[in-house]
């Protein structure tokens, strides 16, 4: 009996997580992932290291489901003395390959001098082997 508890307890706690990659190896944004219903985390580069720069704890919302596709967006911001970041968040499921496609773009209004910044990433998931 205790072990069935213990795989009920595994199951109720699990959480269902999704990771992006960017599909281009050189941006300061190398992945962001997605924990269903709890948060959105966008990483970033910092000298060799990959952390976690911005935390949102909302998840994209379904915008579209047809055609053998879901896809989810949400908009997002961040502001300190130094700028306003705006992420416009989507990602899209396939579901014949079952894999996911991400896209983020960033809006940097910064509150100096400087120009305002635009950066498009493209995301995928990695296919597990089978």
């Known amino acids: 009996m205790k072990f069935l508890l213990f795989f009920f307890f595994i199951g109720v706690t699990a959480q269902s997580q999704i990771k ?6 050189t941006s300061n944004m190398p992945k962001f992932e997605v924990v269903w219903g709890e948060k959105t985390t966008i990483f970033s580069k910092v000298g060799y290291d990959v ?3 911005y935390v949102f704890n909302k998840t994209a919302q379904q915008t579209f489901n047809g055609d053998g596709r879901t ?5 997002v911001s961040s502001s300190d003395v130094v700028a306003k970041r ?7 499921h396939h579901r014949q390959t ?3 496609l991400g896209y983020i773009k960033a809006t940097y209004v910064y509150l100096d001098k400087r120009p305002t910044k635009v950066f498009e990433e493209y995301f ?3 296919k597990p082997i089978n």
């Open 98 to 100: 079952n894999i996911y």
């Open 20 to 25: 992006f990659w960017n599909t281009n190896p």
């Open 51 to 53: 952390k976690p720069l």
């Open 86 to 92: 705006t992420f416009e968040i989507s990602y899209t």
């Open 124 to 126: 995928e998931t990695v």
């Open 71 to 75: 896809k989810f967006q949400m908009t």
